[in-house]
């Protein structure tokens, strides 16, 4: 098992070796190799904090290689974009193809990935009829994994979708109670992007915050295609709500930040995870970002003393600064690493079923923690945290780690 100190070493060691353009590996010896197939969004309008979440992956593979981490195994990647120009986003149609193609080629023994919750709705049927587990580092609409949507999203039966973030059944009522307790907030208009993960999370907030006495005065849903949402802007204006809260990712969200800035500048804005990472605040700009709240489905990982090393490699490397869920992507590939050495080390064949059994089962030492699944493969922590965009000047706009300040952990619900 990878202890967090070695993790901690080979991370170290990445930082002097050239990032592979391809995102793959080649074989070091004559060792078998086992493919890690990836899906993200690296096409539309979260390509930025899809290539974050890529190089965690990436440096961790590259790591395991180099320090011989499953003797007589090399890692292999398949990098799978499931964001279409067509789009602008996540196309579920392209997520379903990229499943397929993972399931066809029998050297893929575990994945990483999808980004977006909708991709993980159209992929998660396919991988169980392939017996294919999945890790994703961000993903959080709560359905995937529930047992009551089973037959839906695991007809072959056994849980093939993990994850290494909480859900939106905490990530939306967390922040909820933080809005209505530490903010003070007595009345909330709510959006979302029409996608499963924003309906899903504006859902799961509305539910809380009313639970909390806030008076909702509406609740829309957004075209992520659409260009203009000055009507509706202002038809919320004229309610004045004491809040904004948006369910959603970047296409729809990075337009309405800036047109909501113009119409309600002083109201208070507020999201879930699609609108936190490099992505919202390259495509929205300052001032238009300033003040917005966010929250991230997993611990505050970046500014962790635990995480410096990972992040001074991972910043020496790319040239960039990673995002939390570059973290949380960088554990689900120690996790997979983890599977395939304990199956390896039995001496049976490291297949796919035996490789989602290990991952069920696993208790894996990382930079958030020790990673271990409930039996619907859900992330054992629940932690949500909260943060607001306040702009230092002295940073690249984009630089996550300055332009995200880490307020606390949302109180639970």
Partial sequence: MITRRAAARLVAGTALTAAF?????PGWAADKVVKVGIDLSLTGADAESAMRV????????DAAN???????YTFDLMTLDDGTATAGQYDPAQAATNARKMVSDHDVVAAIGPEMSGAGKAMAPILSQGDLATITPSSTNPDITNPKFAEQYRPA???????TVTTDAFQGPNMANFMAEKLGIKSVYVLDDSGAYGVGLADAFQAQVEKKGVKVLGRDRLDPKAADYSAVLTKIKSLNPQALYYGGVGQAGIKLAKQAYDILPTVIKAGGDGVYGATFLSGTGFPAAEGWYSTIASPHLTGDTKAAEFVKAY?????????DYSITAYDAALVIIDAVKRVAATGKPVTRSAVRDAIQTAKVPTIQGTVSFDANGDLADRTVSVFQIKQDKASKPDDVSAQFHYIDVAPQA
């Fill in 66 to 72: 180099q320090g011989n981490a499953v003797p007589g």
């Fill in 315 to 323: 910043s020496g490397r790319f040239g960039v600064s990673p995002e």
């Fill in 54 to 61: 890529k190089n965690g992956i990436v440096m961790a593979i």
């Fill in 157 to 163: 039966g056994k849980p093939i979708y993990f994850r």
């Fill in 21 to 25: 353009a391809s995102g793959s590996t």
